[in-house]
């Protein structure tokens, strides 16, 4: 897996790099500060990660010979820094093998094969496929306390500024708190929210949304879904009901399926994403929340297990804060220096 990464990776660095040629000067200067701003925004929102995982791996990595206590080394500092057992034995055996492969003899060399292992493992995220029609529809899944309403504002924020016509959906009617919160969020982004009262029927307020959004010329439509009934079957029925009443109002829809997950549960968000992946269709990640703690190796994990691909991270609490995942930049912030 990790060599069918790599050979994507390369692929999208021959793609970026041939186009910066056809760049002229101001705008390759221009990407280059914009690329920097994203990587300070990153090391600053993945301190507390770097942090953990730093000095661990200088440990490792020091100047010394490569022996059997250096694998048995950075498999601990892997799993410490909450990859999980299998990603964890996935990169260390790519390194061993990348090591033995190119004569490397001393840990301090091993440095750049690790951030390339880790790098492959992640494919870079396609674009969301929300353009190119009359009205495209993302639905948001995930567990109550995920920091899922929140991150659906911080979207309408962000799609609101690329200059989408963003309109939102209270469709978690269970919880009284959770309209509120996306009603306040929505009037800070400038983005309206179609809501009824709590115990209304989900399925009847996304219908309502949908004609709202295309008799107003909305051209985009987020949809917050519940997310915790008094089991996980019902839970998991009640999101098909909601999808069901979509893709019949709009054939197609949900054209996005995202599932937000809370990095600092670590490897608890992975099981909580793939029950969720095993019913919902799942077309893309939204880790939340990795400014608050040391676990961001879970986004290794995350990916390979459940395999959607990661497009936003939260790094903060403002609403700015909620940004595209950059797997490069995500690697180097956990190794550069601040």
Known sequence: MLAACSTVARHVYCQTFTK???????????????????????????????????????????????????WDDL????????????????????????????????????????KASLTALIDPPPPLDIHGRELSIILVVGVNGSGKTTSIAKLAHRFKKQGRDVILAAGDTFRAAAIEQLQKWGERAGV???????????????????QAAKSRG???????????LH???NLMRELEKVKNVISKAVPGAPHEVLLVLDGTTGQNALKQGQKFAETSNVTGLVVTKLDGTSRGGMIFSVFTEIGAPVQFIGLGEGIDDLVPFDVNQFVDSLFDEP
């Open 231 to 233: 089991n996980n079957y």
């Open 192 to 210: 309206p929210v179609i809501a009824n009262q709590q115990g209304s029927d989900p399925g009847a307020v996304v219908y309502d949304a949908i």
């Open 218 to 228: 909305h051209d985009l439509l987020i949809i917050d879904t519940a997310g915790r």
């Open 20 to 70: 910066n040629e056809r760049l002229n000067d101001h705008a390759q200067e221009r990407a280059s500060a914009q690329g920097a701003a994203a990587l300070g925004i990153f090391k600053r929102g993945l301190s507390r990660t770097r942090q953990s995982i730093a000095g661990r791996i200088a440990q490792v990595l020091g100047n010394t010979e490569i022996d059997e206590d250096t």
């Open 75 to 114: 498999e601990a500092t892997l799993i410490q820094a909450d990859l999980g057992l299998e990603t964890t034995e996935t990169v260390v055996e790519y390194v061993k093998e990348t090591v033995t492969r190119e004569g490397i003899t001393r840990t301090d060399k091993m440095n750049n094969v690790l």
